[in-house]
């Protein structure tokens, strides 16, 4: 089993940063390939980025790519560094693990473990 919980999330206005981590117990986050989504109200749940367990391949959607950045540490810690950020990114964002640690999984449904989720608003 592996726990996982995100923080980071806040307010920010449009065109400004933050850095979403992802802090796993419970087995090793190094294990697995690791993935963020997204859901924002009144929408179904959406990929954003994922990476491998070595985190020499990496994935993200179209509306972040250029600006979203995914990595991970050696160690239990994984993170989403999101810059230029848009009203339209405006969402509940979860990290999840599992899949196949030799991929950048997009799909929801590879992933086995999920966090809460931490909140992200952003103002225009």
């Known amino acids: 089993q592996v726990q996982l919980v995100e923080s980071g999330g806040g307010l920010v206005q449009a065109g400004g940063s933050l850095r979403l981590a992802c802090a796993a117990s419970g087995r090793a986050l190094s294990m697995y390939a690791m993935g963020w989504f997204r859901q924002a109200p009144g929408k179904e749940r959406e990929f954003v980025a994922a990476?491998?367990?070595?985190?020499?391949?990496t994935s993200y959607a179209d509306s972040v790519s250029g600006r979203f950045t995914i990595s991970r540490d050696n160690a239990n810690t994984g993170y989403l560094q999101m810059n230029s950020l848009k009203p339209e990114d405006t969402a509940v964002y979860y990290c999840?693990?599992?899949?196949?640690?030799?991929?950048?999984?997009?799909?929801?449904?590879?992933?086995?473990?999920w966090g809460q989720g931490t909140q992200v608003t952003v103002s225009s």
């Open positions: 990476i491998s367990r070595s985190g020499g391949i």
């Open positions: 999840a693990a599992g899949a196949n640690p030799y991929r950048a999984a997009v799909r929801s449904s590879e992933y086995y473990y």
